[in-house]
């Protein structure tokens, strides 16, 4: 063992033993602490001698061996946070200072304010300072060009074509030391992918019980120099998983009396059936009220009442005879439908709004009926929108009414539903869904409101006026809106 363990060693056994001692009474100096000294380094050796070998035992034995004492050591740490210095006593407070850590030099932090989107015009300030506050003076940011920014004057700008996570190499310095090393950082730019880019587009099962195609669309002349045009889609939501549109329209211009019949319905999504029921719902009521306004019925007649002077009683009376009957007609056909093909009529279930327009010498005759969600609206360029009902709630959030008998309970219900109104002209007739109405008038105060529908309006006619309308119209139900992904039918009477 070598001089420097053995000392340390002894120093520490010595004070141990101190501190067993009550009064922690120090050893003295001179000779007699050089004894114990001694003393201990003996008692080290003796506990960290190897035991002696058989050979050397045997070669022992016969002789007289000295007693051997048994003694027993604490361990003790001999870890010193300095040097040991063998002039020092037990005690006294060690003149080498402890050794010091290095500093740690500050970090660079660069960051982006906000993240990016796909597809989207971006603009974010890069903000580079040291992990102890100070800002630090930007020299340069790499950005990869395929990524679709640039970086200037402090600025991230562009329209981010990339999605996930970008690491930009950015370079500094101290703006307060124009002599300071050129320090790097990297920053990390988040850019989300566009929403749209995640919704899949399945084809629907051809063989399904009452498939329809995913898109629809007509256009022809209407009655009284008007045109006319329906369009259907199918909602990403269905989209996405494949399934049918549940949507669908129905209309009809009668050369007899010049009456345009426009119908739509949505068709419920939790009913297995309702792309089957929304077909039967809008098709037949058209069908029921060109019949009811062609042919001699009895009691007063739409297009006989249609003057200035003409009692409101007798004309919604008139409304109930036609479009009131087309509505139950459609629910009865709906009816005989689930019972032919073993089901209920609740999984057939669908709204429908229904709407006849004619031209009398005393202005425009409109007359509808509602059942369910969605709008229907005459709208008059410099003059607003003039709604003609309003959607119906269910027993909870989010649901509606839907056409079955108890719309028909009695005849007030009926009227309720029905609207009549003579004006002296208008711009559009519009008919729509809830997946249209939904996304732009999120409330009914903002149904009512004339600036939605102008703006609405503003988007429309140019799409109207185009050769290829039908198709234009189609792509514009397309129409991104977040968190409003259901099929989508519009009319248009113009």
């Known amino acids: 063992m070598d001089l420097e363990t053995r000392t340390a060693l002894s120093l520490n056994l010595l004070d141990w033993l101190r501190g067993q001692v009550a009064d922690h009474t120090r050893w003295p100096s ?97 903000q580079v300072r040291s992990s102890d506050g100070r800002p630090m003076q930007v020299l340069g940011c790499e950005v990869p060009e395929a990524l679709g920014l640039t970086y200037a004057a402090g600025l991230l700008t562009g329209i981010a074509q990339q999605p996930g996570e970008h690491r930009l190499a950015v370079t500094c310095q101290d703006p307060d030391d124009p002599g ?77 009396d010049g009456w345009n019949l426009i119908a739509v319905a949505d068709g419920a999504g939790s009913a297995r059936h309702s792309r089957i029921g929304s077909r039967i ?9 060109r019949q009811r306004l062609l042919d001699d019925q009895p009691g007063p007649r739409l297009q006989d009442l249609a003057t200035e002077n003409a009692d409101p009683g007798q004309a919604r009376i008139a409304a109930y005879n036609t479009l009131g009957a087309a509505a139950f007609e459609a629910t009865k056909a709906i009816e005989a439908k689930a019972q032919a093909q073993g089901g209920e009529p609740r999984d057939y279930a669908t709204t429908l709004l229904l709407a006849a ?8 005759l409109v ?27 269910g027993d909870y959030a989010g649901q509606t009414r839907f056409l079955d008998r108890s719309v028909f309970a009695d005849g007030d219900q009926i009227m309720r539903r029905l609207n009549v109104r003579l004006v002296k002209g208008f711009t559009a007739l519009l008919l729509m869904t809830d997946g249209v109405s939904d996304p732009w008038f999120p409330s009914d105060a903002t149904l009512r409101e004339s600036a939605a529908w102008v703006a609405l309006w503003a988007e429309l006619a140019p799409l109207l006026a185009a050769p290829d309308a039908d198709a234009r119209t189609l792509d514009w139900l397309n129409f991104w809106s977040r968190g409003n992904h259901d099929d989508r039918t519009l009319a248009v009477l113009w």
């Not at 719902?281 to 009220?289: K, L, M, Q, R, Y």
Request: charged share 20%; net charge negative; glycine share 8%.
């Open 367 to 393: 007359a509808t009926y509602w059942v369910g969600d969605g709008a229907i609206a005459l709208y008059s360029t410099g003059h607003g929108v003039e709604l003609l009902g309003m959607p119906e709630g």
């Open 180 to 256: 300071a090393p050129i320090c790097r950082a990297v920053a990390l730019l988040v850019v989300n992918a566009d929403p749209r880019a995640l919704w899949k587009d399945l084809a629907s099962d051809r063989d399904a019980l009452g498939w329809k195609p995913d898109t629809a669309a007509v256009q022809l002349p209407g009655a009284h120099d008007r045109q006319l045009l329906l369009a259907s889609r199918r909602g990403r939501s269905h989209a996405h998983i494949g399934a049918l549109r549940d949507d669908d329209y129905a209309c009809c211009v009668t050369a007899a």
């Open 357 to 364: 327009h004619t031209h009398t010498p005393a202005g425009d």
């Open 30 to 126: 001179g000779p007699v602490y050089d004894q114990a000294v001694a003393a201990a380094g003996g008692l080290i050796d003796l506990v960290a001698s190897p035991p002696p070998s058989p050979a050397a035992t045997d070669a022992a034995a016969g002789q007289d061996a000295p007693a051997v004492v048994k003694a027993s050591a604490m361990a003790y740490p001999i870890g010193r946070s300095a040097p040991i210095d063998p002039d020092q006593h037990p005690g006294d407070i060690p003149d080498t200072p402890r050794p010091r850590s290095t500093p740690v030099p500050p970090q660079i932090i660069a960051e982006i304010e906000s993240n990016a989107r796909v597809g989207e015009p971006f603009q974010a300030r890069l």
């Open 281 to 289: 719902a809008a098709a037949t009521a058209v069908e029921v009220a």
